[in-house]
C-alpha cells in the first residue's frame, strides 16, 4: 500500500530555514560535516546567496575550497544514504530507507515504483510489465508551521502540486516494449526531467494530467537489479531550493544502484525463507492420526520471523496391536539443508516404524542413515511405543531432552531416560527402558528451544516446565486431568520474551489405555479346526459385550482372515479382538508373505476372503512384523 507520510523526522520549519540562510559560510560548514546529518551542504539555499550550488560551482569566482567542502560532502551524503539503505532486511525497509534518505537531504519528494510482481532469481521477465507504485514520500508543513509560515512560504511549499491530492502519481503503469518510458528504463543511467527521453517517459509512468516541476528539478532513475530492471525512481525539487546538477545524477544513480541490489538480496532471500519454510512445514504431519487409547495434541513454533527454518520435528505413527510410536527430534542448525535432513529421518523413522523395530533399533537404523547423508549431519531424538492394552511405554533416547510425564493426580517427574549419544556420532548403542504408562496420565515430548535459551541452561528449563505442569493439573483437580489443547497453550505460555532462540516442536499424548474387560487374547494351533474354533470365541465376545448383531459380520470375517494365516504358518496364530469406539480384530502369524487382495475368477476356489473383508470392513489393512505379520479389520461398534 502507498504511504504518504505527512512530516519527516528533523525537518526544521521554514522560518528557521529562511534564518539559515544568512548564517556564515563557516556555520554552513561546520553543520554540513555533522555525521547526523551527512546532507549536501545547505540544500535549501536560495539562488545567488552565495552559499547554493550556483556560488560554489559557477563559472566565474570559482572557490576550490568551497567546491572540495561541497564535493566531500556529498560524498558523505551518500556514504550515509547507503549504509540507511543497506540497513534494511526487508523490501519495505529498504524502499523506506531510499526515502528516508532522500527526503528532505537530497530531494524534496520522492516516488518509487517496482515491477509487479517483482521478478525472482533467472524468471524469465515478461513483456510488457507493470510498474506499481510502492511509496511515495515528501516534504510537507505541520498544520501549526502552516498556520504560522507566511503566505509566501506557504505558496512555495516543495511538491509536485500545492493544491493537489496526496497521490501525486498513478498507481499502476504498464510499460510497453518500444516506449519511451521502456527506453529509458533500458539506458539503466539516470536523467534529468527535462530531458527529451524523460519529458516521453514521465507522462507515461505518472499518468495522464500529471505535471512535474520545469528545468533541472525532476530525475528519473532506473532500478536495476542483477539481471533486469526492477523499477524506477523519480526525485524531485520544489522552487524554493536549487536545481539539480549534472553531479546530482551521480547521486541518483548510487541510491538507484544501492536500493535495486537491496531489494534483489530481500526477493531472493524472501523466496529462499519461503520455500525453506514450505518445505520444512509439508514435513511436518497435516493432522495427528487417532489411535485407540491414546488422544494426541502437537504444536510447532519456528524461531523468529527472520530465522523460520529448523530440523524439529514431531510426529506420531500407529503400531500393530493398536500401539503408537512417538517421535520428536531436532536437527542441528537453522537451514534449508537442516529441514531437508529432518525430511529424511522422519521418513526413514516412518519405514523403521512399519517394521515394528524395538525403539533402540530405530535409533540405531536413524544413525546409521544420519552418517550416510554426511559426516557433520548430527540429530537429536526421542522414540518411545505406547501399548494401551498393557498400560506400558518403552522409550530410547538419542541425546534429546527427556520427557515428562504429567500424573493423574497432579504429580509431574522427568523420566529417567538414558541420554545416549546423538544421532550421527556412529558407533553408539542405544538403550530403551520400558515405564508404566497409568490411565489418565500426560507424555510430554518436545524439543530444546522450549527449555534452553540464552537467559536459562537446560536443566533450569525443565524444572520450570515441570513446575509449570504441576501448577496447571491443580487447578483441574485431582480427579480430572487438564485439556490437552489447552496445556499445550499454557506450556507454550512460560516462554519469555528472550527464550525464542530456537524452534519449538512439542508433542503432548494422553494415555486413556484400553481396559482388560474390553480385550479378548487367544492362541490358536494352525489346524483346519482353528477357524471353527474361532467363530466360537469370536462369537461369545461379542456377546458378552453386547454386539450380538455384529456377530454374522465379524463371524464370516474371523474366520476368512485365520483361514488365510493357517494356511501358511507354522507356529500358533494369534486372534485377539479391542472392543473401544469401534471393534477391532487382529490375526496374527509367522509367516512375513502380506496377503493382497485380487479378482478371482469364477472356477477358482480361492481369492475371495479379502474381497469380502474389504466390503464389509470399515477399514482394514496388513503390517509386516520382525516375527510375521499381523491382519486387521474394523467394524463399528454398533451395538454400543
Known amino acids: 500500500m502507498t504511504e504518504h507520510p505527512t512530516s519527516h523526522?528533523?525537518?526544521?520549519?521554514?522560518?528557521?530555514?529562511?534564518?539559515?540562510r544568512t548564517r556564515p559560510r563557516q556555520q554552513d560548514a561546520a553543520s554540513a560535516a555533522s555525521p547526523a546529518t551527512a546532507a549536501i551542504p545547505n540544500p535549501a539555499a536560495a539562488p545567488g546567496s552565495g552559499t547554493g550550488p550556483a556560488a560554489s560551482t559557477g563559472p566565474a569566482g570559482l572557490d576550490p575550497l568551497a567546491a572540495a567542502r561541497r564535493e566531500g560532502d556529498r560524498l558523505r551524503f551518500v556514504g550515509a544514504a547507503t549504509r540507511r539503505i543497506a540497513r534494511g532486511i526487508d523490501l519495505d525497509e529498504i524502499v523506506l530507507g531510499l526515502c528516508r534518505a532522500s527526503v528532505p537531504t537530497f530531494s524534496d519528494a520522492i516516488l518509487v515504483y517496482l515491477r509487479d510482481p517483482l521478478p525472482v532469481g533467472d524468471e524469465r521477465p515478461v513483456s510488457p510489465f507493470v510498474l506499481r507504485l510502492r511509496r511515495s514520500d515528501r516534504l510537507r508543513l505541520s498544520e501549526e508551521e502552516t498556520e504560522s509560515a507566511p503566505e509566501t512560504e506557504r505558496l512555495r511549499l516543495p511538491v509536485i502540486d500545492p493544491h493537489g491530492d496526496l497521490t501525486p502519481a498513478a498507481e499502476l503503469c504498464e510499460v510497453r516494449s518500444g516506449g519511451a518510458l521502456a527506453e529509458v528504463l533500458r539506458g539503466v543511467r539516470p536523467v534529468f526531467g527535462d530531458s527529451a527521453a524523460a519529458r516521453a517517459a514521465l507522462p507515461e509512468l505518472l499518468g495522464t494530467g500529471r505535471t512535474v516541476p520545469t528545468g533541472h528539478r525532476a530525475i528519473l532513475a532506473p532500478l536495476r537489479g542483477r539481471?533486469?530492471?526492477?523499477?524506477?525512481?523519480?526525485?524531485l525539487r520544489g522552487t524554493e531550493r536549487p536545481s539539480f546538477e549534472s553531479n546530482d545524477l551521480l547521486v541518483a544513480a548510487q541510491l538507484a544502484t544501492h536500493t535495486a541490489l537491496g531489494i534483489d538480496k530481500a526477493v531472493l532471500y524472501g523466496r529462499e525463507a519461503y520455500i525453506a519454510d514450505e518445505l520444512q512445514r509439508t514435513m511436518l504431519p497435516d493432522s495427528l492420526p487417532q489411535p485407540t487409547g491414546v488422544r494426541l495434541a502437537s504444536r510447532y513454533l519456528p524461531a523468529a520471523e527472520t530465522a523460520r527454518v529448523g530440523g524439529d520435528w514431531y510426529d506420531a505413527i500407529p503400531l500393530p496391536g493398536s500401539r503408537v510410536a512417538l517421535v520428536v527430534g531436532d536437527v542441528m542448525g537453522h537451514s534449508m539443508t537442516s529441514a531437508a535432513i529432518m525430511g529424511q529421518l522422519r521418513t526413514t523413522a516412518q519405514t523403521l516404524a512399519g517394521l515394528d523395530l524395538p525403539p533402540q533399533e530405530v535409533l540405531h537404523h536413524?544413525?546409521?542413515?544420519?552418517?550416510?547423508?554426511?559426516?557433520?549431519?548430527?540429530?537429536?531424538?526421542?522414540?518411545?511405543?505406547?501399548?494401551?492394552?498393557?498400560?506400558?511405554?518403552?522409550?530410547?533416547?538419542?541425546?534429546?531432552?527427556?520427557?515428562?510425564?504429567?500424573?493423574?493426580?497432579?504429580?509431574?517427574?522427568?523420566?529417567?531416560v538414558p541420554a545416549g549419544a546423538p544421532i550421527g556420532v556412529g558407533g553408539v548403542d542405544f538403550e530403551a527402558v520400558e515405564l508404566d504408562a497409568p490411565a489418565g496420565a500426560t507424555l510430554l515430548l518436545y524439543t530444546d528451544g522450549l527449555v534452553e535459551s540464552r537467559l536459562r541452561d537446560v536443566w533450569t528449563g525443565i524444572e520450570q516446565l515441570r513446575e509449570r505442569l504441576a501448577a496447571t493439573a491443580r487447578l483441574t483437580g485431582p480427579d480430572h486431568s487438564p485439556p490437552l489443547e489447552a496445556l499445550c497453550d499454557d506450556v507454550l505460555d512460560m516462554l519469555g520474551p528472550g527464550d525464542r532462540d530456537d524452534d519449538i516442536a512439542l508433542l503432548a499424548a494422553r494415555f486413556d489405555g484400553i481396559a482388560p474387560s474390553d480385550v479378548a487374547y487367544w492362541h490358536l494351533e494352525p489346524e483346519e479346526t482353528a477357524p471353527g474354533r474361532a467363530r466360537r470365541l469370536a462369537r461369545r465376545a461379542l456377546s458378552r459385550w453386547g454386539l450380538d448383531d455384529l456377530s454374522d459380520s465379524v463371524e464370516l470375517l474371523v474366520s476368512e482372515v485365520v483361514t488365510n494365516a493357517v494356511r501358511y504358518a507354522e507356529r500358533p496364530v494369534t486372534l485377539r479382538l479391542l472392543r473401544t469406539d469401534i471393534l477391532r480384530c487382529e490375526v496374527g502369524d509367522d509367516s512375513p508373505q502380506l496377503p493382497r487382495q485380487r479378482r478371482a475368477r469364477d472356477m477358482d476356489e480361492g481369492g475371495r476372503g479379502l474381497f469380502l473383508v474389504n466390503r464389509l470392513a470399515r477399514r482394514w489393512g496388513a503390517t509386516r512384523l520382525s516375527t510375521g505379520k499381523v491382519v486387521w479389520f474394523e467394524m463399528p461398534a454398533r451395538g454400543q
Do not use: K
Open 9 to 20: 523526522e528533523g525537518r526544521q520549519p521554514l522560518a528557521a530555514r529562511s534564518q539559515e
Open 227 to 235: 539481471r533486469r530492471v526492477i523499477g524506477a525512481a523519480v526525485f
Open 366 to 416: 536413524l544413525d546409521e542413515q544420519a552418517q550416510r547423508l554426511g559426516s557433520d549431519r548430527m540429530a537429536t531424538c526421542l522414540y518411545a511405543v505406547y501399548d494401551p492394552v498393557a498400560h506400558r511405554i518403552t522409550i530410547a533416547n538419542a541425546g534429546h531432552p527427556p520427557p515428562v510425564l504429567l500424573h493423574l493426580g497432579g504429580r509431574a517427574e522427568v523420566l529417567r
